[in-house]
């Protein structure tokens, strides 16, 4: 009979993280690929979108229900800020200084690696918007957007958090397809 560990060593905590955000990638680029080749590329990006922002709002609803909220480590192999690297975010917010969010640089990510390895980049990149959908669910006021990505060819992602237009405020209350808009650099 296996004895059960107490405790797992972070290692292999993080590497088992990773392993389960590579899964929630595969999951994504699945349901996307069959969308598109079911619905014809337009209509099945459209879909794809709609997708994000629903589960933008998902996540958002229940991670005020409950204690569960972003990954602390493993989604993200590290992040860089002010020349000093983190592997565990919340050592980056322990940090006692005002945090310039634009010039964190957030490297490895596990979802990117899989649509890099199927060279799936521009459906990879529709599962980003989950960042300015979950910041809208969060406060329409606000989006969080990307200027720089991994799946556009950058060599880490950033992001940082504008004032929301009318337009896209209502887009994402519609669910309309043009909300793609509120991301420049994923178009």
């Known amino acids: 009979m296996i004895e059960k560990q107490e405790s ?37 990006k459209e879909l794809i979108i709609k997708s994000i922002m629903e589960y933008g709002r998902k996540i958002e609803e229940y991670s005020k229900d409950t204690d569960q909220d972003s990954s602390f480590y493993g989604i993200h192999g590290k992040y860089v800020y002010k020349g000093k690297e983190f592997v565990d975010i919340r050592d980056f917010f322990s940090l006692s200084e005002d ?3 634009p010039s964190l640089e957030i490297y490895d990510c596990s979802l990117a690696k899989v ?14 918007y989950i960042d300015a959908a979950r910041a809208m669910a969060k406060n329409p006021e606000n989006k969080a957007i990307h200027t720089k990505c991994i799946l556009c060819d950058d060599d880490f992602c950033q992001i940082k ?22 991301d420049k650099i994923l178009l």
């Open 115 to 128: 649509f890099t390895y199927f060279r799936e980049e521009e459906i990879g990149k529709l599962y980003c």
């Open 8 to 44: 797992v060593p972070f290692e292999e905590a993080f590497k088992q993280v990773q392993v389960a955000m590579s899964r929630l990638a595969l999951m994504h680029l699945a349901y996307s690929q069959v969308l598109v080749e079911n619905f014809g590329e337009e209509k099945g």
């Open 161 to 182: 958090v504008e004032k929301t237009t009318e337009k896209e405020r209502s887009d994402f209350q519609n669910n309309d397809k043009d909300w793609k808009e509120v």
């Open 99 to 101: 945090i310039d969010f």
